[in-house]
T-cell receptor
């Protein structure tokens, strides 16, 4: 199956700093990438949908100025958590949809990034 | 977020038994339905998808979809301890740009 990578896999930062997370589709082109956040023992919450070359669509309640998403190419999307605070500590997961897959629109998930804000 | 509901569990079944996982969704326009398995600290992995009413079988797994009742289920036959995980139901809307997960059901298969 298609492979999606995320970098870094784990990051610890101080409160007030910004953290960038990269999501890459390694062997396919992804017109759409999704960013999720998962708190312990909870399900994945969709934060935003990112389409290549256009602005991301954010879910209700997600601050677009705090969670900056850039989808500059068909294989790369980045999520920047600006001025991170301890409540932003979470497991961030991206997924990508293969532009050529058609059909059932399967999403391929990255391995996730564990963010801890001290 | 669209509503996708699952029993949180935990659900415990003995090894070799059938595990039944249920999911309901609120958006009638939803087109595709997915079941994912997630181990602790890992990202979800796809088990199977379904988009037509009825049953779809893949090995030990059977997905069942009833769009009229807005209900999708997953049956796991001959459950194994390695099946112990959280199972997530996911629903994709009609535009393909909306993809929402249920709350997840924790399954434990007892040897």
């Amino acid at each position: 199956g298609a492979v999606v990578s995320q970098h870094p896999s784990r990051v610890i930062c101080k409160s007030g700093t910004s953290v960038k997370i990269e999501c890459r589709s390694l062997d396919f082109q992804a017109t759409t990438m999704f960013w999720y956040r998962q708190f312990p023992k909870q399900s994945l919450m969709l934060m935003a949908t990112s389409n290549e070359g256009s602005k991301a669509t954010y879910e209700q309640g997600v601050e677009k100025d705090k969670f900056l998403i850039n989808h500059a190419s068909l294989t790369l999307s980045t999520l920047t958590v600006t001025s991170a605070h301890p409540e932003d500590s979470s497991f961030y997961i991206c997924s990508a949809r293969d532009r050529l897959a058609g059909g059932y629109n399967e999403q391929f998930f990255g391995p996730g990034t564990r963010l801890t804000v001290l | 977020q669209k509503e996708v509901e699952q029993n949180s569990g935990p659900l415990s079944v003995p090894e070799g038994a059938i595990a039944s996982l249920n999911c309901t969704y609120s958006d009638r326009g939803s087109q595709s339905f997915f079941w994912y398995r997630q181990y602790s600290g890992k990202s979800p992995e796809l088990i199977m998808f379904i988009y037509s009413n009825g049953d779809k079988e893949d090995g030990r797994f059977t997905a069942q979809l009833n769009k009229a009742s807005q209900y999708v289920s997953l049956l796991i036959r001959d459950s194994q301890p390695s099946d112990s995980a959280t199972y997530l139901c996911a629903v994709m809307g009609d535009t393909g740009n909306q993809f929402y997960f249920g709350t997840g059901t924790s399954l434990t298969v007892i040897p």
